[in-house]
C-alpha cells in the first residue's frame, strides 16, 4: 500500500510559470525526499526533508513539510520545458531504511 | 564517480522462461534495494541488501522471485517462469547508510517484456 500519495496525478503548465505539488501520507516519518523521473527511467533525488525541519530550498526546488498535516509541497518556480517529468514523495518511517513511495505527479512544461 | 549501473537496459522474454538482472552499485554503498514500476504507477519495494545482514525480502511478489548480493556489491535478481503480469521495469538503487542519509541514487532500469 501506498504511505505517500501526489496531488495532482497531473499538471500541465506554461514555461515561466510556478508548479506545485503536493504529497500527504498516512503514519509519523522521519523524512520525507523528493524524486524526479525522466521518462520512465531511474530517479533522480531532489531533496530530503527531515521531520523536524518545515522548509527546505534547493536552487528553483522549494519544500515544506508540515506533520500536523501529515502533508508536504514541491514548488518549483520559473518552470522550464526540462522540469518535464514525473515528480515522486518518498517517506521513511521509524526505524526503517526502506522509503515508500507514492504514485507521483507528471509534469508537462509547455515552451 | 560512476553511476549504478543495470543491464540489460531492455529484455524481451517469452512467457515461462527465466531471467536475471543485474545492478552494480556506486562503489562503497553498503544498501542495495530492488523496485518494480508498472507502467503509469509508482515504485514497489522489491527487496533490500545491508552490508552483511540478512536481507529484507518482504516485498518479493512470489516464490518466482529470487535476489542475491555478492560480495555486497553486484545484485542479481532472478524471475523464474515469468508471466506476462511480470513485464514492468525493475528498478534498482543503492545508498550509503550514513547516519541520517536515506538519499538513494538509481540505476536507469531495466524494462521487461514478457510476451
Known amino acids: 500500500s501506498q504511505q505517500g500519495e501526489e496531488d495532482p496525478q497531473a499538471l500541465s503548465i506554461q514555461e515561466g510559470e510556478n508548479a506545485t505539488m503536493n504529497c500527504s501520507y498516512k503514519t509519523s516519518i522521519n523524512n520525507l525526499q523528493w524524486y524526479r523521473q525522466n521518462s520512465g527511467r531511474g530517479l533522480v533525488h531532489l531533496i530530503l526533508i527531515r521531520s523536524n525541519e518545515r522548509e527546505k530550498h534547493s536552487g528553483r526546488l522549494r519544500v515544506t513539510l508540515d506533520t500536523s498535516k501529515k502533508s508536504s509541497s514541491l514548488l518549483i518556480t520559473a518552470s522550464r520545458a526540462a522540469d518535464t517529468a514525473s515528480y515522486f514523495c518518498?517517506?521513511?518511517?521509524?526505524?526503517?531504511?526502506?522509503?515508500?513511495f507514492g504514485r507521483g505527479t507528471s509534469l508537462i512544461v509547455h515552451p | 564517480g560512476a553511476g549504478v549501473s543495470q543491464s540489460p537496459s531492455n529484455k524481451v522474454t517469452e512467457k515461462g522462461k527465466d531471467v536475471e538482472l543485474r545492478c552494480d552499485p556506486i562503489?562503497?554503498?553498503?544498501?542495495l534495494y530492488w523496485y518494480r514500476q508498472s507502467l503509469g504507477q509508482g515504485l514497489e519495494f522489491l527487496i533490500y541488501?545491508?552490508?552483511?545482514?540478512?536481507?529484507?525480502k518482504s516485498g518479493l511478489p512470489s516464490d518466482r522471485f529470487s535476489a542475491e548480493r555478492t560480495g555486497g556489491s553486484v545484485s542479481t535478481l532472478t524471475i523464474q517462469r515469468t508471466q506476462q503480469e511480470d513485464s514492468a521495469v525493475y528498478l534498482c538503487?543503492?545508498?550509503?547508510?550514513?547516519?541520517?542519509?536515506?538519499?538513494?541514487?538509481f540505476g536507469p532500469g531495466t524494462r521487461l517484456t514478457v510476451t
Open positions: 541488501f545491508q552490508g552483511n545482514s540478512a536481507p529484507d
Open positions: 518518498a517517506t521513511a518511517s521509524g526505524g526503517s531504511y526502506i522509503p515508500t
Open positions: 538503487a543503492s545508498s550509503s547508510r550514513d547516519r541520517g542519509a536515506y538519499e538513494q541514487y
Open positions: 562503489s562503497g554503498h553498503t544498501a
